[in-house]
């Protein structure tokens, strides 16, 4: 079956860094999205990566391995505000998407 | 770029009435729509995919006769819940892929939270 593991919650503090990891097993793959979803909101897009390596974008970096089933998220800086849920997604080979239970991060000051 | 919108942002109804719920996607051609519900807690599930101009297809386990999903042009789909129960409350969530660029990403709409009495 398909699975995309991330863990369930983290505490980090204002400030500092904090790396999200997500493990999968899809049938194929398209890409690996990371998506950040606020209490109550929707999700809203963070990152995609088709191709390993380091994608940065501001203080939000993401991190693929394809050989490995790995990608993690990279949070610096942190601010109260980045206090939210991190969905990773994958995209099968049918092009649909896979999505992770969701990493619930705490921030605290 | 790439906003999508969602309305009713909250509804609260009746148990046996039909509630439906638009979803547009404002500064791009959508060809493809998803519809997601999301319990308290939980991740999001997916509950169908509709293409433009075709018949959505459902996932397993999701009734198509009571989730009507219409998508008639390429910046609308709508959702009708049909014969709402309370079971049925959650959160539901649109999403459109930009047929134009960048297709592969998912944009989502602000989500409709459903309350069924």
């Known amino acids: 079956g398909q699975n995309i593991d991330q863990p369930t919650e983290m505490t980090a503090t204002e400030g500092a860094i904090v790396q999200i990891n997500c493990t999968y097993q899809?049938?194929?793959?398209?890409?690996l999205f990371w998506y950040q979803q606020h209490a109550g909101e929707a999700p809203t897009f963070l990152s995609y990566?088709?191709l390993d390596g380091l994608e940065e974008k501001g203080r939000f970096s993401s991190f693929l391995s394809r050989s490995k089933g790995y990608s993690y998220l990279l949070l610096k800086e942190l601010q109260m505000k980045d206090s939210a849920s991190y969905l990773c997604?994958?995209?099968?080979?049918?092009?649909?998407?896979?999505w992770g239970a969701g990493t619930k991060l705490i921030i605290k000051p | 770029g790439a906003v999508v919108s969602q309305h009713p942002s909250w509804v609260i109804c009746k148990s046996g009435t039909s509630v439906k719920i638009e979803c547009r996607s404002l500064?791009?051609?959508?060809?493809?729509m998803f519809w997601y519900r999301q319990f308290p807690k939980q991740s999001l599930m997916l509950m169908a995919t509709?293409?433009?101009?075709?018949?959505?297809?459902?996932e397993q386990g999701v009734e198509k006769d009571k989730f009507l999903i219409n998508h008639a042009s390429l910046t609308l789909s709508t959702l009708t819940v049909t014969s709402a129960h309370p079971e049925d409350s959650s959160f539901y969530i649109c999403?459109?892929?930009?047929?134009?660029?960048?297709?592969?990403?998912?944009?989502f709409g602000p989500g409709t939270r459903l309350l069924v009495l």
């Open positions: 990566n088709v």
């Open positions: 997604a994958v995209m099968d080979s049918n092009y649909q998407l896979i």
């Open positions: 509709s293409n433009e101009g075709s018949k959505a297809t459902y």
């Open positions: 999403s459109a892929r930009d047929g134009d660029r960048n297709w592969e990403t998912q944009y």
């Open positions: 500064d791009f051609q959508a060809t493809t």
């Open positions: 899809t049938s194929g793959f398209n890409g």
